[in-house]
């Protein structure tokens, strides 16, 4: 049964950091592009970040562009989402989700919250 | 970037009713569409994707259609299982994907 677990989440200052992680399990992590979405409260999905099967190439959204890094660990079977800078705007529930294309599978999420 | 709009944003229904949601893209993505079912504190749930393709377990109430920049999603009989929020997502840009900004089904 593939599983994707996110953790990491939790309350940051502005312009503090945070470090997420995606473990994943029940399929061939360093085959799949992963991704991570996001949602603010009360609002729609959000493409963040992507990365590449062996992690040679990465792409962000504009909005986190310079202050997020997604990384990854193909012999942990876990995708980092390394997050700097943070403002009011990125408080949101963080997904990681597994990507051939579409997201097959998701991870249940976990919450940044932004504040001081 | 290529935009993804949806209309309309809210759809009041009852049981039983056809409902049918439209997303359109910025520019043509060809077939490069999927569907997405969204429920209030739960991680969204593919639907369609290549634009008209079931997804496994997918009921078959749902359907979709279209290509190029006009797409629709398409509930034959609305069940009560199936008030939520839907979201369509291109993924012709490499990588880097986008959704439109949702169509919530509430009940009438």
């Known amino acids: 049964e593939v599983q994707l677990v996110e953790s990491g989440g939790g309350l940051v200052q502005p312009g503090g950091s945070l470090r997420l992680s995606c473990a994943a399990s029940?399929?061939?992590?360093?085959?799949?592009?992963m991704h991570w979405v996001r949602q603010a409260p009360g609002k729609g999905l959000e493409y963040v970040s992507a990365?590449?099967?062996?992690?040679?190439?990465?792409y962000y959204a504009n909005s986190v562009k310079g202050r997020f890094t997604i990384s990854r660990d193909n012999s942990k079977n876990t995708l980092y989402l390394q997050m700097g800078s943070l403002r009011a705007e990125d408080m949101a529930v963080y997904y990681c989700?597994?990507?051939?294309?579409?997201?097959?599978?998701w991870g249940q999420g976990t919450l940044v919250t932004v504040s001081s | 970037d290529i935009q993804m709009t949806q209309s309309p944003s809210t759809l009041s229904a009852s049981v039983g009713d056809r409902v049918t949601i439209t997303c359109r893209a910025s520019?043509?993505?060809?077939?490069?569409l999927a569907w997405y079912q969204q429920k209030p504190g739960k991680a969204p749930k593919l639907l369609i994707y290549?634009?008209?393709s079931l997804e496994s377990g997918v009921p078959s109430r749902f359907s979709g259609s279209g290509s190029g920049t006009e797409f629709t999603l398409t509930i034959s009989s609305l069940q009560p299982d199936d008030f939520a929020t839907y979201y369509c997502?291109?993924?012709?840009?490499?990588?880097?994907?986008?959704f439109g900004p949702g169509t919530k089904v509430d009940i009438k």
């Open positions: 989700a597994r990507a051939s294309g579409i997201y097959d599978y």
């Open positions: 029940g399929f061939t992590f360093s085959s799949y592009a």
């Open positions: 990365i590449s099967s062996n992690g040679g190439s990465t």
């Open positions: 520019q043509s993505i060809s077939s490069w």
């Open positions: 290549k634009a008209s």
């Open positions: 997502q291109q993924y012709n840009s490499y990588f880097i994907f986008t």
